[in-house]
């Protein structure tokens, strides 16, 4: 009988862990790491007894990364591996831009059983390189060592490269003392390492190297010039562990840089004297998060590097402790107990319209209260129920709490506040009521959030909680756009229906130079080409291919924006003008403006390009669905159909906030002869009260109106004088909080 190749290896992989206490092995072939996206007869998984990783050598890397990279990491327990925990953990070399590549050349130069060692080399325009990934019998750790060569003539100045850690679940913590810093300096952090993790494993990329964080901690850079025939070599370490106790990131810390170091130790129980099962104990320093342990059946034992720290103690749903303050010295062991943990409480919310009473989705918030600093003890944020509209009930810490609602996103109605205290083993109840203050789709407008990631690739939120995110902002049209997947597909498409509402199922077609999406896909659409390796003219062909009336360019100008690919001339294929809408994505709300200026430049060219707005939200819980969003007025019942060809046809704007009704439909022509003049009426609304409107025609402000009194509700009309030739008008309305709408051109064609 013929075993499948992936059998073959996971046997062998399995069986030389159970053989030996300590060995390492590399397999040639699909990885056995369960849903690891190394599938190739090329492909190479190295495992040890403590972990399991896979580089693509024959199978396409995600984001258009160069092949030669790790794809799948796994902890491994009792000779059993567990399934893949990252979509990418490798090396850049310059932030996210477009990697223009070659070749690539990966060796197995050690096969074990002490040791594995192989190197990968690829090119990045004329710089090679180098990376040697290491892993030795008994380590819980993969050493990464790359080295950058400049073989070209000039310098290639102000590089971010770095080692990257991109999980395909869980939660991140990121570089201790830079939470909240998306891109920047990594001046103020603790340590130099960031972690992934859920309660049952743990990935902690360390880099000595670091003085720049990138994508909220998962790249840490360096920031460097490269002369010619100069090399800088990056060393750095993944740490695989099979739980969520930072412990043993802390002690490999310590073991790294020999560090001076002492312990801490204790008992967790509750206010009435029982040990808490599996407590956690939180460390702070310099008032900051730095670490936590998991302890058992109400102990835990943690090292930490000598020196001042204040910790407190918790559990899943329970109570955070006081807080008590710790001076270590080096070998000098301390206790500090905790005895104040109060248990899991419940709490039920009802949100309902003020005037009519009925159910309303929701978003909810705690804005005062315990948020959880270890994410799988409990969530911040929470959404009433698909099933049950209007309703959620959740376990949560007792205590005080002052939670947000969110009815609409800002845009439909005031965000609502609630005030409950839950008690320990009790249920605590409240309803909210919100008044719904503009109702677009009455007028034939319908909204989407045009750029939004499932649980494919980076991102963490299932189906079902994407639904529950897009409802409580008040989009009425669900849209999932996954990098390189249509896996969701079916799934939202179900939800849609029991709920009652049109789906529209994308794609994001994702090469290192420029990110697209698709839609709307063909229900059994499914993506055949290598998008790392393909043209400008063959992402567009398969995008057809697979049903989609309209192709987005994302993010233009990020790094690895098309637009920025083009102007840097690493797009291949050059321009291809064969897309349709341009992204107002709020991931780059300073790009704004160049968008603008871009698609105003198509316009003056007479170019039917038209603008899209999406929020790139991967994580519902820590991001907000339709911060930005876009409107299309659908004649009829909307449907997915329906709702594109509205889009191609300009029958739609962006919005940050202000909502926009016009007398002359956005993408219609208007023909009349020159030196009339045309009136152009437009109802404004914003729950934050308008500010200005300003008319725009061929690229510059033609008018503005100022409302000093900050109305939510007022009409304007611009009465403009027609030109000899073809022109077109388009609007900008700003509200008070400074969130901005942006128009198609109402097209004006000489006769």
Do not use: C
Request: charged share 20%; no cysteine.
């Amino acid at each position: 009988m013929r075993i499948p190749l992936i059998v073959l290896a996971s046997v062998i992989a399995l069986g030389a862990l159970r053989d030996a206490t300590a060995s390492v092995s590399v397999l040639m072939g699909p990885t056995p790491i369960p849903r690891g996206n190394a599938r190739a007869a090329g492909d190479i998984t190295v495992v040890n007894e403590k972990l399991a990783f896979a580089l693509a050598v024959e199978s396409a890397v995600p984001y258009g990364v160069p092949r030669g990279a790790i794809v799948a990491v796994a902890p491994v327990r009792h000779a059993r591996i567990d399934r893949n925990r990252v979509v990418f953990a490798d090396f850049i070399p310059n932030n996210w831009s477009a990697w223009p590549n070659t070749y690539h050349h990966v060796d197995v130069l050690d096969h074990g059983p002490r040791e594995a060692r192989i190197r990968a080399v690829r090119d990045w325009g004329e710089v090679t390189i180098t990376t040697l990934y290491t892993l030795t019998a008994g380590s819980d750790q993969i050493a990464i060592s790359t080295t950058m060569s400049n073989g070209g003539t000039r310098t290639v100045a102000d590089l971010l490269s770095g080692l990257t850690l991109w999980p395909n679940s869980g939660f991140l913590f990121a570089v201790p003392g830079l939470a909240g810093i998306t891109e920047g300096s990594a001046a103020g952090a603790l340590s130099d390492r960031v972690t992934a993790y859920d309660a049952d494993w743990a990935l902690t990329l360390h880099a000595p190297y670091l003085d720049h964080v990138g994508s909220s901690s998962r790249d840490l850079f360096r920031l460097h010039s490269l002369a010619p025939g100069e090399s800088r070599t990056f060393e750095g370490w993944l740490q695989v562990g099979g739980s969520g106790d930072l412990a043993p990131v802390v002690a490999a810390e310590i073991a790294r840089q020999n560090l001076p170091a002492a312990i801490v130790r204790g008992r967790v129980t509750t206010s009435d004297g029982r040990a808490i099962a599996q407590p956690v104990v939180v460390v702070e320093k310099d008032g900051k998060p730095y670490a936590w342990t998991l302890g058992r059946t109400g102990t835990y034992k943690l090292a930490l590097p000598a020196g001042n720290y204040s910790l407190y103690a918790t559990a899943r749903h329970f109570t955070h402790s006081a807080h008590a303050p710790v001076t270590l010295a080096a070998g000098v062991a301390q206790r500090r107990d905790f005895h104040d943990l109060q248990r899991p409480g419940a709490m039920e919310l009802e949100v309902a319209d003020a005037r009519s009473g009925a159910p309303l989705d929701a978003r909810i918030t705690i804005a005062e209260g315990e948020k959880p600093l270890v994410q799988f003890l409990g969530r911040s944020t929470f959404f009433t129920a698909l099933e049950r509209k209007g309703y959620l009930a959740e376990r949560i810490a007792p205590g005080a709490y002052r939670f947000t609602v969110s009815v609409g996103g800002g845009f439909l109605a005031e965000g609502a506040e609630a005030q409950l205290r839950v008690a320990p083993a009790q249920v605590s109840r409240t309803r909210v009521t919100v008044t719904s203050l503009f109702d677009p789709p009455l007028h034939g407008w319908y909204s989407a959030d045009l750029h939004h990631h499932a649980d494919q690739a980076e991102a963490v939120t299932p189906p079902p909680a994407l639904a529950r995110s897009q409802l409580a902002a008040g989009l009425d049209v669900l849209f999932v756009s996954d990098h390189d997947s249509t896996a969701n597909l079916a799934a939202l498409q179900e939800i849609a229906r029991a709920r009652g509402v049109p789906f529209i199922p994308g794609i994001e077609l994702s090469p290192s130079w420029g990110h697209f999406n698709a839609y709307p896909l063909d229900p059994e659409a499914r993506l055949a080409i290598d998008t790392s390796t393909a043209s400008v003219g063959q992402i567009f062909e398969e995008a057809r291919r697979l049903g989609a009336s309209v192709v987005q360019v994302n993010h233009p100008f990020i790094p690895y924006g098309y637009f920025a690919s083009l102007a840097a001339g690493v797009a291949p294929g050059g321009f291809n003008g064969a897309f349709d809408l341009i992204e107002i994505n709020t991931s780059a709300p300073q790009d704004d403006a160049k968008v603008l200026e871009r698609i105003w430049g198509f316009w003056n060219a007479g170019q039917h390009y038209y603008l899209s707005g999406g929020s790139d939200t991967h994580d519902v819980w820590n991001e907000e669905s339709g911060r930005v969003r876009t409107y299309v007025h659908v004649d009829g019942t909307p449907d997915a159909r329906r709702f594109a060809a509205a889009l191609k046809s300009g029958n739609s704007y962006v919005t940050h906030g202000p909502l926009i009704f016009p007398a002359v439909m956005f993408g219609n022509q208007v023909r009349s002869p020159p030196g009339t003049s045309l009136a152009l009426g437009f109802d404004l609304a914003a729950v934050a009260g308008l500010k200005q409107a300003q008319l725009v025609s061929q690229g510059t402000v033609q008018d503005t109106r100022t409302f000093h009194d900050a109305p939510r509700e007022t009409h304007v009309d611009f009465v403009v004088q027609l030109l000899p030739q073809n022109s077109w008008y388009a609007l900008t309305v700003e509200d008070q909080q400074g969130r901005r709408a942006y128009t198609n051109p109402v097209w004006v064609r000489a006769p």
